[in-house]
């Protein structure tokens, strides 16, 4: 159980293009997904909380108008990478919890999209 | 200052051995829960184990167990019988605050871990 399904897995663009990617939680309900961006061989790093319904969360640092993020139902979260660039390229990769009100809860990820912007 | 602080970039351990990956953290929370994550070079994030701040017992997952020394704030996962298909990056992460409080995750810089015949 607590499937969390990411699509596309991979993507090339030009440069100025805008490129969307989606969280799907398959067998739970998130009211709360988390977006995240990993740079080769390094960390994750948080980007936005996600939040069913209402405005996304942004961590300091992180370009709201640039990564747009739309959670429209307790299932699906997306993230728009608008006008991409080069510097955008990365790997982004979502997750979510089935049940937030328990602490020992974790969080169960999606795998990935490989974002390459040329 | 690191929240999260895994002080080794890499390990080699042979086949069959015990490992251990080391992660210390930093938090004033008296309530948060320590996570690892295994991350095959596919990019997928595997959850293995869990420990809270509250848990008397280390906790275990088969071939996972987690040495939790809440004193000297560290979470050292130790992985026994090391298999080829353990070789992965490894990350140690910690979740502050009150249940449905943010859920936020803090990772570490991870441990890339390679396993020999």
């Known amino acids: 159980g607590a499937v969390v399904s990411q699509h596309p897995s991979r993507v090339i663009c030009k440069s100025g293009t805008s490129v969307k990617i989606e969280c799907r939680s398959l067998d739970f309900q998130a009211t709360t997904m988390f977006w995240y961006r990993q740079f080769p061989k390094k960390s994750l790093m948080l980007m936005a909380t996600?939040?069913?319904?209402?405005?996304?969360?942004?961590e300091q640092g992180v370009e709201k108008d640039k990564f747009l993020i739309n959670h429209a139902s307790l299932t699906l979260s997306t993230l728009t990478v608008t006008s991409a660039h080069p510097e955008d390229s990365s790997f982004y990769i979502c997750s979510a919890i089935p049940d937030p009100t328990h602490s020992n809860q974790p969080q169960h990820f999606g795998d990935g999209t490989r974002l390459s912007i040329l | 200052a690191q929240k999260i602080t895994q002080t080794q970039p890499g390990m080699f351990v042979q086949e069959k051995e015990a490992v251990t990956l080391d992660c210390t953290y930093d938090?004033?929370?008296?309530?948060?829960?320590l996570f690892w994550y295994k991350q095959p070079s596919s990019g997928e994030m595997i959850f293995l184990i869990y420990q809270g701040s509250y848990d008397e017992q280390n906790a275990t997952e088969g071939r996972y167990s987690l040495n939790f020394q809440k004193a000297r704030k560290s979470a050292n996962l130790v992985i026994s019988a090391s298999q080829l298909g353990d070789s992965a990056m490894y990350f140690c992460?910690?979740?502050?605050?009150?249940?449905?409080?943010?859920?936020?995750?803090?990772f570490g810089t991870g441990t890339q871990l390679k396993v020999e015949l």
């Open positions: 992460a910690m979740r502050e605050g009150v249940p449905g409080g943010g859920n936020k995750l803090t």
């Open positions: 996600s939040n069913e319904g209402s405005k996304a969360t942004y």
């Open positions: 938090t004033s929370d008296q309530s948060y829960g």
